[in-house]
């Protein structure tokens, strides 16, 4: 069965003050890990999509990484409005499904 | 573009009622798909669809149909509702897999009391 598990539940950052998200995961044939980031009330809001281990990709202070087991959303600089909560999802070949995790709640103080 | 809007925002049922959520996207995209998110869990998918006319259940079908005889418009309808169905309902759109699940409505907070 396809498990996405992610780590911390929660994390308090400093403003500047760098760290990284885990996301763990179990499926057969990777189609594509995803991460969201969601603001309390709203929907989803898409950050990148990796495909295959090595793969890295940035937008701003975020930067996404896939190893065969795991990727990790690293957060450089954070500024208090990086604060919401970050969601990972893989999907599985041949399904159109995305699998979550249940997300890591950040919060980062001014 | 609006994106994909759902409606209503809110909404409280008696156990036993029905109602519908309305999904309508404007990007002319051919997948849409209903999830729904129970808080402290992962959002689990309800139904999803490649195209007017094709549905396919998700993970988590029971209680629930759907329809689809718009490309712009993916209803998700609630049959004799029940507590366990209290959640946030999210409707999401993409055009195929290289945008795939990129587009999520801001969601429908549904309370059954």
């Known amino acids: 069965e396809d498990q996405v598990t992610q780590s911390p539940e929660a994390l308090r950052l400093q403003e500047g003050e760098s760290s990284s998200l885990n996301c763990s995961y179990t499926?057969?044939?990777?189609?594509?890990l995803f991460w969201y980031r969601q603001d309390p009330g709203k929907g989803p809001e898409f950050l990148f999509t990796l495909y295959s281990a090595g793969e890295e990709k940035e937008k701003e202070r975020l930067k996404a990484t896939l190893t065969k087991k795991e990727s990790f959303l690293h957060i450089t600089a954070p500024k208090p409005e990086d604060s919401a909560t970050y969601l990972c999802?893989?999907?599985?070949?041949?399904?159109?499904?995305?699998?979550f995790g249940k997300g890591t709640k950040l919060t980062v103080n001014p | 573009n609006a994106g994909v809007t759902q409606t209503p925002k809110f909404r409280i049922l008696k156990i036993g009622q029905s109602m519908t959520l309305q999904c309508t996207q404007d990007?002319?995209?051919?997948?849409m798909y209903w999830y729904r998110q129970d808080p402290g869990m992962g959002l689990k998918l309800i139904y999803y669809?490649?195209?007017?006319?094709?549905?396919d259940k998700g993970e988590v079908p029971n209680g629930y149909n759907v329809s689809r005889s718009t490309t712009e418009d993916f209803p998700l309808r609630l049959e004799l509702a029940a507590p366990s169905q209290t959640s946030v309902y999210f409707c999401?759109?993409?055009?195929?897999?290289?945008?795939?699940?990129?587009?999520f409505g801001p969601g429908t907070r549904l309370t059954v009391l």
């Open positions: 990007m002319n995209h051919n997948y």
């Open positions: 999401a759109s993409s055009s195929g897999t290289n945008n795939y699940l990129r587009f």
């Open positions: 999802a893989v999907r599985r070949g041949g399904s159109e499904k995305l699998v």
């Open positions: 499926v057969s044939g990777l189609r594509g």
């Open positions: 669809s490649v195209g007017a006319g094709i549905t």
